[in-house]
């Protein structure tokens, strides 16, 4: 039993010393506000479940950039898939050349992380590639994708409030 340990071990080391390809990772940490909220810090009441407009728009937003739609709308900007099936990268760690939409989905996901703390209400999102300024090429496509989102979901819900409020004034004056 302790020389297939031993064996093992060897092995990994031989892997991720003369094969495996590099990876290059890039991080970035934002907030999501809404600029006119009169939010109220609400830290005693959050441990009961009340949550701030900008804490349901970070868990929204974190929920986007995991996506399938976040994957797809980065393959648009990058050809992040065809990144990810380079024959020059190892066999092990890329992305199979005939790989299906759910195959390039589930890899998306384990090379761009997303993490929200609750208590800061930040958004930390960690992105993987095979060369040093390709993940900075990402994060900054997914910053870019991810402002669109969640400015036009801002826009769409005060729309919705302003045409419900519309409908308000319109019954009261019948």
Known sequence: AFILVIIASLLVVLYYSVIASPRYVSQMQFVV???????IGLAGLASFGATTPSMRDAL????YIGSREMAHALNEKL??????????????SRLSYNSTSEDFIVYFKDRVLVKHDELSEILSVEIQSYQENYSLDMA???????????????ESM??????????????AFK
């Open 33 to 39: 506000k809404q600029a006119s909220s009169g939010e």
């Open 60 to 63: 929204i937003l974190k929920e």
């Open 79 to 92: 050809a992040i898939k065809s990144h990810f099936e380079n024959e020059q990268w190892d066999w092990f």
């Open 140 to 154: 900054e496509a997914l910053m870019e994708v991810s402002d669109n989102f969640i400015n036009n979901l801002g």
């Open 158 to 171: 005060a729309n919705q409030q302003l045409a419900y409020a519309q409908k308000d004034v319109d019954r």
